[in-house]
């Protein structure tokens, strides 16, 4: 069982920089599939960024060139940093972890964290 624990949400202007942070539990860490997801008002939740074991890392077109995931498998923390933010960034943002165990895909969630980008 994982627990994941989200911070760093808040508001801020446009052109604004946040960084949310991910703490895990769970002493295998650094074998899962780590990602941000976010959910604005009224729109389905949607992928934003993710990053393998391998630190390997893709991302939505929408965030390209402004966003930045990252992990610290010594921390157990996954991070999101947002740059040049804007209006519609404004959302629900969560955590995400999934390993794969005996054929069997384990997904965890974190609660989430509000980030609000307006003048």
């Known amino acids: 069982q994982v627990q994941l624990v989200e911070s760093g949400g808040g508001l801020v202007q446009p052109g604004g920089s946040l960084r949310l942070s991910c703490a895990a539990s769970?002493?295998?860490?650094?074998?899962?599939?780590l990602a941000w997801y976010r959910q604005a008002p009224g729109k389905e939740r949607e992928l934003v960024a993710t990053?393998?074991?391998?630190?390997?890392?893709q991302y939505t077109d929408s965030v390209k060139g402004r966003f930045t995931i990252s992990r610290d498998n010594a921390k157990k923390t996954v991070y999101l940093q947002m740059n040049s933010l804007k209006p519609e960034d404004t959302a629900v943002y969560y955590c995400?972890?999934?390993?794969?165990?005996?054929?069997?895909?384990?997904?965890?969630w974190g609660q989430g964290t509000q980030v609000t980008v307006s003048s």
């Open positions: 769970g002493s295998i860490f650094r074998a899962y599939t």
């Open positions: 995400y972890a999934d390993i794969t165990s005996r054929s069997t895909l384990y997904k965890y």
């Open positions: 990053i393998t074991s391998g630190g390997s890392t």
